[in-house]
């Protein structure tokens, strides 16, 4: 498995992803925006040429935002999702943010274990963040700096 940089020429990889593991997925269109922007970056795990995961960074000035992180269910649990989150956080520290926060729905309780494990502290609750079920998200912020 490695890990790489993706580019617009992974949109519809990304979709596939997405499609396999949200009840809402992101449109390509929205994906396509996504790489696209001069702030944001992506980095996508690959087993041979197929993407199995993926995680989007997103920054405003010195502030970051983990905006998805998605890996394919039968590729779950063998340590993927930390990869790709240590990725985030080498890229979000070369360019000098000072923290990453992200929404993690309340019930999503393997992945907030994830983030705390990578260091993010719960700093509160988006009530209703969520739609399709409706439910809160735990907002988890990293201090980098």
């Keep these: 498995m490695t890990i790489q940089r993706l580019s617009q020429d992974h949109t519809k990889a990304i979709h596939r992803v997405e499609e396999s593991c949200f009840q809402s997925p992101w449109s390509e269109n929205t994906i396509e925006a996504l790489l696209k922007s001069d702030n944001a970056q992506c980095f996508g795990c690959f087993e041979n040429d197929t993407l199995v995961g993926y995680i989007a960074l997103e920054w405003v000035l010195d502030e970051g935002s983990l905006t998805n992180?998605?890996?394919?269910?039968?590729?779950?649990?063998?340590?993927?999702?930390?990869?790709?989150?240590?990725?985030?956080?080498?890229?979000?520290?070369?360019?000098?943010?000072?923290?990453?926060?992200?929404?993690?729905?309340?019930s999503n309780t393997p992945a907030s274990n994830l983030y705390r494990k990578m260091g993010f502290d719960e700093v509160g609750v988006r009530k209703g963040y969520y739609s399709n079920p409706r439910e809160d998200a735990l907002l988890m912020t990293k201090y980098l700096a």
């Design 69 to 106: 992180l998605a890996v394919l269910p039968s590729y779950r649990r063998r340590g993927i999702a930390e990869k790709l989150t240590e990725a985030l956080l080498e890229e979000a520290i070369k360019k000098d943010l000072q923290f990453v926060t992200l929404e993690v729905r309340v």
